[in-house]
């Protein structure tokens, strides 16, 4: 990685995620891969949900969004919570 590049997060998924994650098809894979660099990139992108220690970032023009937290090692948790996917579009396609 250059000096100029920015340091990304680590990503990781919960168990739910990980599940969650089996079922997309390939398009689904690649519009939420986009979503996760930005988000590794800057963790602070999604908005807080309730409590606090959960985050929310949509990608409307994707149509992606994606439920994470961050540790406090900098590495970003895909929360996988029950009624939403990780990475779910967000319109019916």
């Not at 894979?29 to 990139?41: E, K, P, Q, T, W």
């Not at 994707?62 to 540790?71: K, L």
């Amino acid at each position: 990685m250059s000096p100029e590049s920015p340091h990304r997060a680590d990503v990781a998924f919960s168990d739910l995620a990980a599940r969650q994650f089996e079922k997309l098809t390939a398009a689904q894979i690649h519009r939420l891969d986009r979503a996760l660099v930005a988000i590794s990139v800057r963790p602070d992108l999604g908005h807080p949900l309730r409590g606090g220690q959960l985050r929310d970032y949509r990608d409307d023009i994707d149509g992606v969004r994606v439920i994470y937290h961050v540790t406090a090692l900098h590495t970003i948790v895909i929360s996988g919570q029950s009624g939403c996917v990780a990475g779910q579009s967000l319109s019916a396609a």
